[in-house]
T-cell receptor
Framework: DADVTQTPRNRITKTGKRIMLECSQT?????MYWYRQDPGLGLRLIYY???????NKGEISDGYSVSRQAQAKFSLSLESAIPNQTALYFC?????????????FGSGTRLTVV | KNEVEQSPQNLTAQEGEFITINCSYSVGISALHWLQQHPGGGIVSLFM???GKKKHGRLIATINIQEKHSSLHITASHPRDSAVYICAGSQKLVFGQGTRLTINP
């Protein structure tokens, strides 16, 4: 099993629908992140959580919400999907001590809003 | 202005060439990460640097704290090195735009 698992891998949804992207990890890391990637714009931070009780907005949080259900689970919701939310979404975790500190990414969720 | 700037944006080279990708970053970034994204989309963390130099196989990453500059080098490049290389800084990962590297056989 992957260290960071994202579901679904691909999703097509209609404008106005609510959709949830899920992320679970087996790294034991406290810190989790959601990013989106658009062609030509690179990766941008949507939300991040440094522990179960800590949720913070990132650079582009409008139109999104998150839930940190447990240390291992961090889900991203689009309350009312719109076409410009079509993108590749990545969940990531970070942790470790000193020189071992690092990030682990999920495989991504390709979301298309029609 | 992006806090992390990469150059070049695209790089094409022949197999065996020595590759250098550069990254400049702003004040407030205390550690820099180099990531690799393959054509399938998956992202792998290569290095985290806060000082000096790190080496893993044919990959070498260096950082100059005073100049706020980092470089990723690939020796004896191979077509399988073709990917997008991304530098990122700070605790929440502020990403550069990425460098698309293509190594031709």
């Amino acid at each position: 099993d992957a260290d960071v698992t994202q579901t679904p891998r691909n999703r097509i949804t209609k404008t106005g629908k609510r959709i949830m992207l899920e992320c679970s990890q087996t790294k034991g890391h406290d810190r989790m992140y959601w990013y989106r990637q658009d062609p030509g714009l690179g990766l941008r931070l949507i939300y991040y959580s440094f522990d179960v009780k800590d949720i913070n907005k990132g650079e582009i949080s409008d139109g999104y919400s998150v839930s940190r259900q447990a240390q291992a689970k961090f889900s991203l919701s689009l309350e009312s999907a719109i076409p410009n939310q079509t993108a590749l979404y990545f969940c990531a975790t970070s942790g470790g001590q000193g020189a071992d500190y690092g990030y682990t990414f999920g495989s991504g969720t390709r979301l298309t809003v029609v | 202005k992006n806090e992390v700037e990469q150059s070049p944006q695209n790089l094409t080279a022949q197999e065996g060439e020595f590759i250098t990708i550069n990254c400049s970053y702003s004040v407030g970034i205390s550690a820099l990460h180099w990531l690799q994204q393959h054509p399938g989309g998956g992202i792998v963390s290569l290095f985290m640097l806060s000082s000096g130099k790190k080496k893993h196989g044919r990959l070498i990453a260096t950082i100059n704290i005073q100049e706020k500059h980092s470089s990723l080098h690939i020796t004896a490049s191979h077509p399988r090195d073709s990917a997008v290389y991304i530098c990122a800084g700070s605790q929440k990962l502020v990403f550069g735009q990425g460098t698309r590297l293509t190594i031709n056989p």
